[in-house]
């Protein structure tokens, strides 16, 4: 009986995991949010509250590290330095993070009463940078801490600010290494190709039967994670990220399963949102905000019967921190339309690959009849394709058996 409950709720389980759409699916992954470390427990659910600068408010969001709420990219930030620190036999934990204005109000009125807090130096509400995001008090007290800290918080973006609080740093930035807690977010820039723009508008770009083509995608990294595929050694948030045929193991149009990061010019994409500069306008080399998905075009050969054909992809990012995948940015969807293309030897802007002087098709005593070719009039283009020298083959020896026979 047990036996029989059990069956029927593995046929509920396999009906239930058929019926889920594919885009649904896709978002699976992103509800995971829990990076557990054994230095710290970073819980990356993001909410906002209200950040002071120079007294004036602003949302800010904030993640929790240890039960403390800090702003997302200092905590990013703070997650490799704790980390560095944890291999030297240093732990580095944080007393305070970010503050709201009714927490520095107290902290406040101890220093101003020296009733509390042991009269430790607070500033005035609004104006703390506790409040704004990048302080975090550590625990310098313990052991090695402080000079571990004094030797390489630099190198993680950190400072010291207030002379008589060795406990006190900041982040200041920038060392984009993307923690467990980045976003990633992403924005369309353009899709180009090697084949011309569809002047009918049905798509975007137009081809003929059977010519070799390829198109690229160019996407703007506009979340707080770096992009990269660092494959096996993946980690963190972004660290395996890849354009993927979106809804299909394998597109239709290109034969691809997928397009890594690592096959672009730039293989390690900086967000545009750390401060300090990082993240140029570019998409070219590694530290832009940009990449081309691929630097050699995702290739494809178009079919050989006239029509609309679609291509769709998405972002996904397979670093470990997601059960399996987490789906970004918009959908990208590219339509080729396949002419027939009459009259395609003469078409302009289809230049010969090569030199070769083969140029039998250009013999009007065998030129093919118009209306066999007319399906594969693009693909008789090459020196080197067999079909135009099968043809020509036997063209020639219709012609001879035509002359013998007279
Ligand atoms: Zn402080």
């Not at 995991?17 to 992103?30: H, I, L, M, R, T």
């Not at 090697?194 to 990294?221: I, L, Q, T």
């Not at 397009?259 to 390690?268: D, E, F, P, Q």
Request: overall charge negative; glycine content about 10%.
């Amino acid at each position: 009986m047990e036996r029989l409950a059990r069956l029927w709720w593995w046929l509920v389980f396999f009906m239930v995991g058929c019926a889920v759409p594919v885009d649904e699916a896709e978002e699976e992954g992103e509800n995971l949010g829990v990076a557990m470390q054994a230095l710290s427990t970073f819980d990356c659910h993001s909410h906002q509250e209200t950040g002071y600068e120079a007294g004036q408010p602003f949302p800010i969001t904030v993640v929790t590290i240890d039960g403390e709420l800090v702003e997302r990219n200092t905590a990013n930030a703070y997650y490799f330095m704790a980390k560095q620190a944890a291999a030297a036999g240093v732990q580095i934990r944080i007393v305070s993070g970010f503050r709201s204005n009714a927490e520095q109000q107290y902290l406040y009125n101890c220093y101003i009463n020296c009733n509390c807090n042991n009269c430790n130096l607070a500033a005035q509400p609004g104006y703390s940078n506790h409040q704004s995001g990048e302080a975090l008090d550590l625990n310098t007290s313990a052991s090695g801490v402080y000079n571990w800290l004094a030797a390489h918080a630099d190198e993680h973006g950190f400072e010291r600010t207030v002379s008589s609080e060795p406990w006190h740093w900041e982040y200041r930035g920038p060392k984009p290494v993307g923690g467990p807690c980045g976003t990633l977010e992403a924005e369309l820039v353009k899709v180009t190709s090697n084949a011309p723009e569809d002047p009918s508008g049905e798509a975007d770009f137009v081809v003929c039967p059977g010519d070799p083509f390829e198109f690229r995608v160019e996407m703007r990294n506009v979340g707080t994670a770096r992009w990269a595929d660092l494959e096996a050694d993946a980690k963190y948030v972004g660290e395996r990220v890849r354009l993927m045929p979106k809804g299909v193991e394998t597109d239709a149009l290109t034969g691809a399963k997928k397009a890594s990061v690592l096959l672009n010019l730039n293989k390690n994409v900086l967000p545009a949102s750390w401060g300090g500069g990082a993240g140029e306008a570019c998409n070219d080399h590694g530290g832009c905000r940009r990449t081309v998905f691929t630097k050699d075009g995702l290739a494809g050969t178009a079919p050989s019967e006239p029509g609309i054909y679609k291509s769709s992809w998405r972002l996904r990012d397979y670093s470990p921190h997601w059960s399996e995948f987490k789906a970004f940015g918009p959908t990208v969807d590219v339509a080729f339309r396949v002419d027939d293309c009459p009259g395609a030897s003469e078409t302009p802007g289809t230049p010969g690959e090569d030199g070769d002087p083969v140029a039998e098709q250009d013999d009007p005593s065998v030129a093919p009849e118009p209306s066999a070719a007319e399906g594969e009039g693009c693909a008789l283009g090459g020196s080197g394709d067999p079909r135009l020298v099968a043809l020509v083959a036997l063209l020639w020896l219709v012609r001879r058996r035509l002359r013998s026979a007279r």
